[in-house]
Nanobody, 126 residues
Framework: VQLQASGGGLVQAGGSLRLSCAASGRTFSRYNMGWFRQAPGKEREFVAGISWSAGSTYYADSVKGRFTISRDNAKNTLYLQMSSLKPGDTAVYYC????????????????????WGQGTLVTVSS
């Protein structure tokens, strides 16, 4: 399984970006997926997660109402629409696949994910 994240870049505060994560293989639709981020000098943190069927989502409080996670299982692609961006959102963003198939709850802990994308840098200027 390979995950390829893209869509990062430099944006002004208040702007928007859409991240994508393309997955290889035939099992994408069986797994919950998540987005994490890591700012310089900080630990990796959970941003958003989506169930395998896209029936449920979960967001960190810091992004709730501003970010939207979605997926297209036919295209093996995960998305993160980011709006009203703040300088505090500056980080490398990673997509990740849950280690268990069809987990009932969206995992918030990075250790529950076994495959990771290479990361895409998002920089928000003030």
């Amino acid at each position: 399984v390979q995950l390829q994240a893209s869509g990062g870049g430099l944006v002004q505060a208040g702007g928007s970006l859409r991240l994508s994560c393309a997955a290889s293989g035939r099992t994408f639709s069986r797994y919950n997926m998540g987005w994490f981020r890591q700012a310089p000098g900080k630990e990796r943190e959970f941003v958003a997660g989506i169930s395998w069927s896209a029936g449920s989502t979960y967001y960190a409080d810091s992004v709730k109402g501003r970010f939207t996670i979605s997926r297209d299982n036919a295209k093996n692609t995960l998305y993160l629409q980011m709006s009203s961006l703040k300088p505090g959102d500056t980080a490398v963003y990673y997509c990740a696949r849950d280690s268990a198939t069809a987990r009932l709850q969206i995992a918030l802990w990075a250790g529950s994910y076994d495959y990771w994308g290479q990361g895409t840098l998002v920089t928000v200027s003030s």
